[in-house]
């Protein structure tokens, strides 16, 4: 997460709202098939949002008739989904709709199978990425130079709490549980101090169940570390601390 | 009383009357929109019959942890308005070519007007709210916006993100 995330934000929305339309559409899509918890958390709370707004109005009374119809229709109708009549009428609408425009179908078949391909090659990519990850984890845990600084929730993230495993060579790693969501245009930022002045770390947005993971990288300790922090700051980042401290040591 | 996701989870099971009780408590609720966005009282009561059977096929789907009942009802039966509405677009162009007819968003149907935007819609600036009228009522993409309201790109998208910025501001849960 960095203040490159931007578009994303933006496309999220607009996504939400089915107005992404042409190449923003396809950048997204891929974005958001790399598992981007900010975009997937946006795009729910929009749609979220939408419904409420639209459910605000006065309610207005159906029209007779559609009601009964249902109710008939599930009366009638077995408990379980009728998948085989489903699958028959849709093979017979799809046959139809074939004769009647072959090119149309294609095209969409063509599209459908492009949108495939690139959901597939972000999967791989997120896999090797999730290997790499695991990969470095457990050498960290193998380390035995490696320590473990617990931070523990302030004011507004209270039960909030982050493990921190770090080496002073091969940087560290963040696990952190029970955070907040940011506001909008926040992010957190850890900062290590290892000399006189912090470094931040990097930056990082929970997912909806409050759980972060963030690599530390090894230009962020290079020296015993003596305190670390994590703040709210702006997205695009900051020299120093300028936030409210979210995280700390007891 | 039970709740939306208990209704929808009895529905799963093949309960006739905890689907009866969904479509009683969403309906009244989900009509006015298909209605906004498909004025002819056909066409929506059609629609509406269809969203609720989905509904009930689709109940074993839904998953409580991704949104609520409500908003899946509603993504639903606006996805399926929107549907019908281009489908009935895709039919006039077809029969009138080169005039591609634009929806009306802006401008809803007469006597329902009032009674059937959105109060919270209502709360937004003028040109947000007209953007995201089109989008949402309209069915209209970025570019398709772009070209009916004779405005750059960008604006667009910006009016559409703030418009929705602040929608979720107005509706966010106390």
Redesign the interface.
């Known amino acids: 997460m960095s203040a490159s995330h931007e578009p994303y934000d933006t496309f999220a929305a607009l996504h939400a709202v089915g107005a992404l339309d042409g190449d923003d559409l396809r950048e997204f899509e891929t974005h958001l098939a790399t598992g981007c918890a900010r975009c997937a958390t946006l795009v729910r709370q929009t749609e979220q949002a939408l419904a409420r707004a639209a459910m605000a109005g006065p309610p207005e009374p159906p029209p007779g008739g559609v009601r009964e119809r249902l109710v008939r229709r599930a009366g009638a109708a077995p408990g379980r989904p009728r998948w085989l009549a489903w699958t028959v009428g849709l093979i017979a609408a799809a046959v139809a709709a074939g004769a009647f425009s072959a090119a149309y179908v294609a095209a969409r078949y063509e599209a459908r199978l492009g949108q495939m391909a690139r959901e597939a090659s972000a999967a791989k990519q997120r896999l090797a990425q999730s290997e790499a990850a695991l990969h470095d984890e457990l050498n960290l845990l193998r380390d035995p130079t490696t320590r473990l600084v617990e931070l523990h929730g302030q004011t507004g993230a209270a039960g909030a709490v982050a493990r921190v495993l770090l080496t002073e060579k091969a940087g560290g790693l963040l696990l952190a549980t029970k955070l907040p969501l940011p506001p909008p245009g926040k992010v957190y930022a850890l900062w290590t101090v290892a000399g006189d002045s912090p470094r931040v770390a990097g930056v990082f947005v929970p997912d909806d169940g409050g759980r972060a993971t963030l690599k530390v990288p090894p230009e962020a300790t290079g020296a015993p570390v003596r305190v670390l922090s994590v703040t709210l700051e702006p997205e695009g980042g900051a020299q120093a601390p300028t936030g409210a401290v979210v995280l700390a040591p007891r | 009383m039970l709740n939306g996701a208990d209704l929808i989870h009895q529905m799963a ?4 009357e905890a ?2 009780r969904f ?2 408590r969403y ?7 298909i ?1 906004r966005i498909l004025p002819d ?1 056909g066409d ?2 059609d629609c ?2 269809d969203v ?2 989905d509904a ?2 689709r109940a ?1 789907t839904y998953d409580p ?4 009942a ?2 899946w009802v ?2 639903h039966a ?2 399926r308005a ?1 549907e019908r509405m281009r489908g009935a677009r895709r039919r006039r162009d077809s029969g009138r070519r080169g005039s591609p007819v634009v929806p009306s968003a802006a401008s809803p149907p007469g006597a329902l007007d009032r ?7 209502e709360r937004l600036p003028d040109p947000q709210r007209e953007a ?1 009228e089109l ?2 009522y309209g ?7 772009t070209a009916r309201l004779k405005q750059p790109l960008g604006t667009v ?2 009016r ?2 703030l418009a ?2 602040r ?2 501001e ?3 849960p106390a």
């Open positions: 099971e093949g309960d006739a689907f009866a479509y009683d309906a009244p609720l989900i009509y006015p929109l209605l009282a929506a009561a509406l019959q609720f059977w009930r096929q074993r942890a991704r949104g609520t409500e908003a509603v993504t606006r996805a929107i009674s059937l935007l959105s109060r919270v819609f995201l989008a949402y069915g209209l993409t970025q570019t398709e916006i998208k910006t559409l993100r929705l910025e929608l979720r107005i509706v966010r």
